[in-house]
C-alpha cells in the first residue's frame, strides 16, 4: 500500500499565475461568505454559556489534531509521510462552512454549532498554521526516524502571513459588510454559501483532472485512509461531548463541527508556491492534495449519513 502511494509524489498542480489568482479569489469569496453569517452577537453568547463552546473549540483545536497525530503513528507502515500531512493539514483547518446546515439536519445546537464555527473561523488565520507547524513537526521527528525520511521543513511563518492575506481580510470585510448592510445580507447569505459549494467542487475537478490516471490507481487507498481519519474526527467529536457532560443536542453538534473541516482552505494553502515552495518540498506533496481534496467530497457525505442516523433517534429529554 505504501509503495502504491508513494507513486502520488509525481502528482503535480500547475495553476500559473493567473490560475493562483482566481484560486485565492475563491478562497476570499468563500471566507467572506462564511464571516456574513458570523454575529458579533455570536461572541457575546460564548461568554454567556461557555462550556459547551469551550468544550467544542477545544476538540476542534486540541483534540482533533492529537488523535489525527496518533492516527498517522498507528498508520505509519501503511502510508507515507505526504499522505500523514495532508491529515494532520485537514485537522488544522477551521470548521467546514455546511457544518451548520448539518448540524440543524441532526437535530443538534444550530447555535453552538454557529458559535463553534464563527470562533474557529476568526481565529483560523493563526490557529491553522499553529497547529500545522506543532503536529507537523512532530510527525516529521517520528517519520524521519522510523522511515528514514529527509527532516521535513514545515512553515509556519510563510503559512501565517498568507493566511492573514487570504483569509483575515475577507473575513473582516464580511463582518464590517454584516454589520453594516443587514439587509444585504439576509439576501445574500445562502446564495452565497451554495455558489462557495459550487465552486469548491470546481476547483476540486480542476486539482484532479491533471493527473486522472495517478489518482485512479490510488483512489482506494485514499478513500480507505480519508474514511478512518474522518470516522475519527466524528467519534472525537461525538464522545468528547458527551464524556464532558453536555447536553445531547449540544454533542451532536460538537460532533459535525469537528468532522466536518474547511478542506477548501488546505488545498488553497497547498496550491500557493509562496507557502509550500517547490524548491523546498521538490514538488512532492501531492498526497496532501489528493487527501485534502478527496476529504472535501467525504465528509459532506459522512455528515449528511451522521445526520440521519441522528434524526432516527430522538433527543433525550
Not at 462564511?34 to 461572541?43: E, H, M, R, S
Not at 470546481?202 to 490516471?213: D, K, T
Amino acid at each position: 500500500m505504501k509503495e502504491q502511494l508513494e507513486s502520488l509524489n509525481s502528482l503535480t498542480i500547475n495553476f500559473g499565475e493567473g490560475g493562483m489568482m482566481i484560486v485565492n479569489i475563491i478562497l476570499a469569496f468563500v471566507m467572506f461568505g462564511v464571516a456574513l453569517g458570523i454575529k458579533t452577537q455570536t461572541f457575546k453568547d460564548v461568554f454567556r454559556h461557555p462550556k459547551s463552546v469551550i468544550v467544542g473549540i477545544l476538540l476542534q483545536w486540541v483534540a482533533l489534531p492529537a488523535v489525527t497525530f496518533l492516527t498517522t503513528m498507528v498508520l505509519n507502515p501503511w502510508i507515507t509521510p505526504m499522505v500523514a500531512l495532508g491529515m494532520i493539514l485537514v485537522a488544522s483547518c477551521p470548521g467546514g462552512n455546511i457544518s451548520n446546515f448539518i448540524s440543524s439536519l441532526s437535530k443538534g445546537n444550530v447555535e453552538l454549532s454557529v458559535s463553534m464555527t464563527a470562533v474557529t473561523t476568526a481565529f483560523a488565520p493563526l490557529v491553522t498554521p499553529l497547529n500545522f507547524y506543532i503536529w507537523g513537526s512532530l510527525y516529521s521527528a517520528f517519520a524521519s526516524v522510523h522511515n528514514d525520511i529527509p527532516r521535513l521543513v514545515i512553515p509556519f511563518l510563510p503559512m501565517l502571513w498568507q493566511i492573514l492575506l487570504l483569509l483575515g481580510v475577507p473575513i473582516v470585510l464580511g463582518l464590517i459588510f454584516a454589520k453594516y448592510f443587514p439587509n444585504a445580507t439576509k439576501k445574500i447569505t445562502k446564495p452565497a454559501q451554495v455558489l462557495s459549494i459550487l465552486l469548491f467542487i470546481c476547483m476540486v475537478i480542476a486539482s484532479v483532472s491533471q493527473n486522472y490516471e495517478i489518482i485512479v490507481n490510488n483512489i482506494f487507498y485514499i478513500a480507505i485512509i480519508v474514511l478512518l481519519h474522518n470516522g475519527s474526527a466524528l467519534a472525537t467529536g461525538y464522545f468528547g461531548g458527551k464524556w464532558a457532560g453536555l447536553p445531547e443536542a449540544d454533542y451532536r453538534s460538537t460532533t459535525i463541527e469537528v468532522g466536518i473541516q474547511n478542506s477548501g482552505l488546505g488545498l488553497v494553502l497547498l496550491f500557493n508556491p509562496a507557502i509550500f515552495p517547490p524548491e523546498i518540498w521538490h514538488g512532492h506533496y501531492g498526497g496532501m492534495l489528493i487527501i485534502t481534496a478527496w476529504w472535501g467530497i467525504w465528509h459532506i457525505i459522512s455528515g449528511l449519513t451522521t445526520a440521519f442516523l441522528f434524526r432516527r433517534k430522538p433527543l433525550a429529554q
